[in-house]
């Protein structure tokens, strides 16, 4: 069995294409509906009742093109409203959560920075998962505003992000973290600087991969594997202003086949 309909993806803005690119690779062939809530970025300084209302508007756009699954590409959204949107929603819906446990499992001095934002960070579901999956490691929390601001405007390589970044991340490089967790979808866009920060002796890691991997698992799982080899296609969607995010896209997307980006208001 085979099912043509599209992946949604979304996030707050622009930080989801960091695990969009992951899903890419792994998923060539299948379409990708994508939608940016820039108008209402960043998340990570909101309510979390807030948050859960702008996701439920948004995976409620996603589920009008059919999609057989929804990716929430964005810790911030996850932590704040993934149980909610699983019971509003009677679709498979596959959430991040910062990468704590396999951090916990990597460190050889038994210490990690976590790198968040502040609604991250305050979550019951991140303090769960330290509780559950840390054990003795100690982790070191760092919230980074400002950060997805720069990323929103495809600034990943210019001297104030990296000023920014010295500064969240010279407390932990002072604190002799071996691991640094990229707990939110925009930082994995920023990790060549990251990197180059830290040094490396320092682990950087995030969970785009596995939630790849996870979001192909389902697939299979619930025979939803789109057939054939034809080069998936991709749409995206903003609140925001379609220009700027649609020049972020396209320094941020890594498939060569850009495409415009259609202002949605939701
Ligand atoms: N990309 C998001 C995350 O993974 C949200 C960032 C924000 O909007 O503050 O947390």
Known sequence: MSNPNPIGIFDSGVGGISVMNEIRHLLPSEDIIYYADSAHCPYGS????????????????????????????????????????????????????PAVKPAAAITQNGKVGVMATGVTLAGNRFHSLVSRFAGNTEIITVPCPGLVERVEMGLINDPETERLLRKFLDPLITSGVDTVVLGCTHYPLLRPLVE?????????????????????????DDNLLKNGTDCGREKFFTSGNPDTVGRAISILWASPNANEVKQEML
């Open 46 to 97: 909101k309510d979390p009742a807030f948050i859960r209302r702008r996701i439920k508007n948004v995976t409620g756009f996603l589920t009008g093109f059919k999609v057989k699954i929804i990716v929430a590409a964005c810790n911030t959204a996850s932590i704040a409203g993934l149980d909610f949107l699983r019971q509003v929603f009677p679709l498979p819906i596959v959430g991040m959560e």
């Open 196 to 220: 180059l920060i830290v040094g490396p002796d320092v682990a950087v890691i995030d969970t785009g991969k596995a939630v790849a991997r996870r979001v192909a698992q389902v697939l299979t």
